[in-house]
């Protein structure tokens, strides 16, 4: 059943085979794209020329498919997008990693792609908020910044001809995340859109969704807690300001902050199971369902909430088609 694995009565069951079947059926009607296999073979144009792209081929005369996925046409080139691929970076995009390595000048971050990226020492806002050339200073107190196994959010700058991935975070939004839980997903159900930082004043959540697949979901704070006010200027006033940042960090959140923050979690892993795309919009509907039937946190990841977003989505969709319609 789609590879979801759930715990489900016969009930269940039935009600979720109809669901997904009504969605397939949607779906179907709705795209106008193929769905293809390996070894498929692909309808072109060839009076107008072809251009044969990513998971393409030709054999004896005609063009097959060399991946499982959904056939792409941009003018004369046609391609296939796998559905199921490891994340590819692009410019310009929302990701949030983990710090693997503090090197000279520059930290080694986990984004979920092939290889890890590299955040330079200049690319990073600094602490004091003021734009200058970095010094032999700022270099020794890199660990105040970002250290081992921490989370952070940053903008990929660049891909460089050798592959190498370049991040930048000279925002105010970007930089370290404290207190919150990161979620992995297929990096395909998170799609690019203008907006990947959503605050829930209501909630005091803040929700980071990173084109790479990595969701990191926690408190939301006015203002950012800086580590230290102003750089030290040497290693004592450092180790000084660290033990302060660290004390900081480790005061918890508010007992109610903490339940949302794991119910918009679970909400997110709900929407995962079911392979749907990962909004705003959609994860905040399965957190007002889960409300509404009076769930607890730690029974929103069984069946019956499962079951209920796929018939709620089947009916979206299909009310949204016959008004089009």
């Known amino acids: 059943m789609r590879g979801i694995q759930l715990s489900l009565n016969q009930t269940q069951k039935l009600r979720l085979l109809r ?176 907006q990947h930082f959503h605050q829930l004043d209501q909630y005091v959540v803040t929700l980071v969704l990173g084109c790479n697949g990595y969701i990191w979901v926690g408190e939301l704070i006015p203002e950012k807690d800086a580590v230290m006010e102003d750089l030290p200027n040497n290693t004592d006033q450092a180790s000084t300001n660290t033990t302060g940042g660290v004390e900081k960090a480790q005061a918890g959140s508010a007992t109610e902050t903490r339940k949302n923050i794991c119910r918009i979690a679970n909400a997110v892993r709900v929407l995962s199971t079911l392979s749907f795309n990962i909004t705003m919009e959609v994860i905040m509907e399965v957190f007002n369902l889960s409300v509404s039937l009076n769930l607890p946190i730690d029974h929103m990841l069984g069946a019956e909430l499962c079951v209920s977003v796929a018939e709620r989505e089947a009916e979206r969709r299909s009310t949204s088609t016959k008004r089009k319609v």
Not at 33 to 56: E, F, R
Not at 120 to 133: E, F, G, T, V
């Open 19 to 194: 669901a997904l079947d009504k969605l397939d059926s949607l779906s179907s009607k709705s795209n106008s794209n193929v769905s293809v296999i390996v070894a498929d073979t692909i309808s072109v144009n060839y009076d107008g020329g072809v251009l044969k792209g990513h998971g393409t081929s030709e054999l004896d005369g005609e063009v097959v498919a060399t991946l499982c996925g959904v056939v792409e046409r941009v003018n004369k080139l046609v391609y296939v997008r796998a559905l199921r691929a490891r994340y590819k970076p692009e410019t310009g995009d929302i990701i949030v990693g983990r710090i693997v390595e503090v090197s000279q000048k520059r930290w080694r971050i986990d984004i979920n792609a092939n290889q890890d990226a590299v955040l330079m020492l200049s690319s990073m806002n600094m602490p004091d908020k003021i734009q200058r050339r970095r010094t032999a200073v700022d270099e020794l107190n890199m660990r105040i910044i970002f250290e081992e196994n921490d989370f952070m959010c940053a903008e990929i700058r660049n891909l460089q001809h050798d592959g190498t991935l370049q991040l930048q975070a000279r925002s105010e939004k970007y930089g370290k995340l404290d207190r919150g839980q990161l979620l992995k997903v297929p990096c395909y159900l998170v799609k690019r859109r203008k």
